[in-house]
């Protein structure tokens, strides 16, 4: 005699787990990307952060300057590399190079072009950077005398 054998029956492809399943992963696709997204904006804001301190701290050395050479009654007429003027300078600093060898320079880095008396900064991530000459480094101008 014949048994017979019970089939079970065939489950659809789309059924309910694969959905939740589908649905958890798209969730997930969504909050890590938003998050990269946002620790980006951090890390560009955390740059600027930095960018505005160490000129700060330059300015602050700069004048320092001044007033003690002012108190000796003899002031310099060419200015100064401010950056020799810091305590300690900042781990970024480059050095002194001139605005034609910029581009040797590692981004993230602090330079001194001493025929202009600027200051430069090579952006970590030039898509935060918006430079109205399209120029990729962000100067700063020591204006007018040497001093404050």
Known sequence: ????????PSAPLWNGRVMEWT??????????TLFVRQARVVQGQGELAAVK??????RTALVVDHL??????????????PFELLGRRPLNYFGE?????VATAPAGTWV???A??????????????????????A??????????
Do not use: E
């Open 1 to 8: 005699m014949a048994t017979l054998r019970r089939i079970p």
């Open 23 to 32: 649905l958890l992963l798209a969730v997930i696709v969504v909050v890590c």
């Open 53 to 58: 301190t160490t000129l700060a701290a330059l």
């Open 68 to 81: 003690q050479k002012h108190a000796q009654a003899g002031v310099a007429a060419k200015q100064p590399n």
């Open 97 to 101: 190079i001139s605005q034609a060898q």
């Open 112 to 114: 001194f072009d001493s």
């Open 116 to 137: 202009c008396g600027c200051v430069g900064y090579l952006p970590i991530d030039n898509q935060w950077f918006d430079s109205p000459s399209g120029d990729f480094v």
């Open 139 to 148: 100067w700063f101008q020591l204006n007018g005398a040497p001093g404050p």
